[in-house]
């Protein structure tokens, strides 16, 4: 009896390996930038903007130890020569303190053991770049306050609040002096929040990676697409945009047609060997 109790536990053991299948905790950020110069007007019109990035609680990683995110945040972004408009749109509740950012690499100009260049933008509408020294200023030592170089509104609509900003060009301008957007590029790039609300930040970011170091090979920043002038792109044209979450979807479920497999291998395998011990009695 000893020996079929000793058997049998490993077989329980095996069988909890093969159905124990890792979870994503997050997903990196994609969105789509339209071509033109929206109106800063604190309205974030569908036609001035691409399609809308919703960054929440169950997309997002925490980090520091802050509490995950129960309110949901908004990104839409546009592009022209002047530089890279952004509309975020959150619970007007928030309180001025809370941070909405974007974290990117803008033509591939920094290294992947490097930081990405980061965007701050505060309810009350301050400004700061981080990380980075670029032609509009140095905030390779300590984040420098773009507040006078944008132009930026904000406007509250039923419980809602909308702020819009033009990040300049020269923002994004750190190794590439003569960096712009042009039609069909991407850009790496992720919507993070620090929302301070119920007395305390709550914090997410879209990414695949972690928030460890912060470098660009750990994070896992996500794909901004700067769409063409008639509202297409290189890569939406070429792959569609329900495609990578169609693949991801049937990896699963050939993962788990697999798992369900090895179970039944070793159900059968259970059954004869408890089957055997009994004869064997």
């Known amino acids: 009896m000893r020996k079929s109790f000793v058997f049998l536990t490993v077989l329980v053991l095996l069988l909890q390996l093969f159905v124990s299948v890792?979870?994503?905790?997050?997903?990196?950020?994609?969105?789509?930038?339209k071509a033109g110069d929206p109106v800063i007007d604190g309205v974030a019109r569908p036609?001035?903007?691409?399609?809308?990035?919703?960054?929440?609680?169950?997309?997002?990683?925490?980090?520091n130890g802050w509490t995950d995110l129960d309110?949901?945040?908004?990104?839409?972004?546009?592009?022209?020569?002047?530089?890279l408009?952004?509309?975020?749109?959150?619970?007007?509740?928030?309180?001025?303190?809370?941070?909405?950012?974007?974290?990117?690499?803008?033509g591939k100009q920094l290294y992947g053991s490097q930081q990405g260049l980061f965007f701050t933008v505060y309810p009350d509408q301050r400004v700061?770049?981080?990380?980075h020294k670029t032609d509009v200023g140095d905030a390779s030592f300590e984040p420098y306050d773009l507040s006078n170089h944008v132009?930026?509104?904000?406007r509250t609509r039923k419980g809602r609040k909308t702020t819009e900003v033009l990040l300049p060009i020269e923002a994004f301008r750190i190794t590439q002096h003569t960096f712009a957007f042009t039609e069909g590029s991407t850009m790496e790039a992720s919507a993070f929040v620090m929302l301070y609300y119920d007395a305390g930040y709550h914090s997410g970011g879209a990414i695949s990676g972690c928030l460890e170091n912060w470098t660009l090979d750990e994070v896992g920043l996500g794909t901004l697409v700067m769409e063409n002038a008639n509202g297409t792109s290189y890569e939406s044209s070429k792959i569609p945009a329900f495609m990578p979450k169609l693949l991801v979807t049937c990896a699963l479920i050939a993962g788990g047609v697999m798992v369900l497999g090895f179970a039944?291998?070793?159900?059968?395998?259970?059954?004869?060997?408890?089957?055997?011990?009994?004869?064997r009695r």
């Open 85 to 106: 408009y952004m509309a975020v749109t959150y619970d007007a509740s928030i309180e001025d303190m809370s941070l909405l950012q974007l974290n990117c690499n803008p």
């Open 47 to 63: 036609s001035e903007y691409g399609t809308p990035f919703v960054l929440t609680g169950s997309n997002s990683v925490p980090w």
């Open 264 to 279: 039944g291998i070793l159900t059968v395998v259970i059954v004869f060997v408890v089957g055997r011990l009994h004869k």
């Open 22 to 33: 890792p979870v994503s905790a997050a997903d990196a950020m994609q969105a789509t930038a």
């Open 71 to 83: 309110k949901s945040v908004e990104y839409r972004f546009a592009w022209s020569e002047k530089g």
């Open 151 to 154: 132009q930026i509104a904000s």
């Open 128 to 131: 700061l770049l981080h990380n």
